[in-house]
């Protein structure tokens, strides 16, 4: 009952349901785990709201992580304690990296090229990448980014950190400030303009990691996959050569991306990756209602 045959463009006849039927209580299709299951299933992204709500989230982001209090000692504390627990894990090789890196111009200024830039552009990129070619994996990919960025929030609140470059008789080298590089808003004259006590997690190992697993597990050349990989592990090394964040700082980030699949595991059944690449659009293959 409440079910009518309809006829496809190929001819076939099948039984669907009613456009008027309802539930079994007859609450016209009010059924709360019908509404979830719909909520739930991957839709076609629309391009203008996607622009749209990622320009929110990110001056959203922007404006909570700077706005959380610059507890200056209490982040200046942390730092030196987390550095003194590397050194007992035998891990503490952030400052032979950063004098290292640092002594070779060339290489240290690209770094900070690098540091300022791709983090957005490249996972812009992908983003917009998944929209045109995993239109049915993009909401869901798009839900790991979201939470990941989410939970780091709690992190800058909680677990003010100081950055090795600002740390109390620190030796490290602002790599921006000594080579008068632009675009960084940790350093310079854009410092003021941003948390310098938010190192931990690091959103760019979380990014760049997101990043990095999404085009090794849908790009389909050799290649790309590669490049994926190489991603968030050259961001790491940048993030350490430039004294912007410790290695623990990474391990942040990547369980603040655990956290994110878990949340788009929860709500869609399945990880990203494993949904349909493509998505039913409402009336691309309408249906022809005939008389039972």
């Not at 309809?6 to 008027?20: D, K, M, N, Y």
């Amino acid at each position: 009952m409440g079910e009518t045959t309809v006829t496809t463009l190929e001819g076939r006849q099948s039984p669907t349901a009613s456009p008027i039927a309802g539930d079994e209580n007859g609450r016209n299709g009010r059924n709360p785990l019908r509404l979830l299951h719909r909520l739930r299933t991957p839709r076609r992204p629309r391009l203008w709201f996607e622009i749209l709500l990622i320009a929110v989230s990110y001056w959203t982001y922007s404006l909570i992580r700077n706005a959380v209090p610059e507890q200056r000692t209490k982040a200046l504390n942390n730092a030196d304690w987390l550095w003194r627990i590397e050194q007992d894990l035998g891990i503490a090789v952030e400052h032979g990296v950063n004098h290292a890196v640092n002594s070779v111009t060339w290489l240290i200024v690209g770094m900070n090229y690098y540091y300022a830039t791709l983090h957005f552009v490249v996972t812009l990129g992908v983003l917009v990448w998944l929209f045109r070619k995993h239109p049915g994996r993009y909401a869901a990919t798009r839900l790991v980014l979201f939470a990941t960025t989410a939970v780091a929030l709690v992190g800058y609140y909680l677990y003010p950190l100081a950055p090795p470059r600002l740390m109390n008789g620190s030796t490290f080298v602002d790599t921006v400030v000594v080579h008068q590089t632009w675009g960084s808003m940790a350093s310079g004259d854009l410092k003021n303009m941003s948390n310098q006590y938010a190192a931990m997690p690091s959103m760019h190992i979380g990014w760049s990691l997101w990043c990095g697993l999404t085009i090794f597990a849908l790009a389909s050349v050799p290649w790309a996959k590669v490049l994926g990989l190489l991603y968030p592990v050259t961001t790491l090394v940048v993030i350490v050569a430039t004294a912007n964040h410790f290695w623990l700082d990474a391990v942040g980030g990547m369980l603040c991306l655990a956290f994110g699949f878990l949340v788009a595991r929860l709500w869609y059944g399945k990880l990203p990756y494993a949904l349909p690449r493509e998505v039913a659009v409402r009336g691309e293959r309408p249906l022809l209602p005939v008389k039972a």
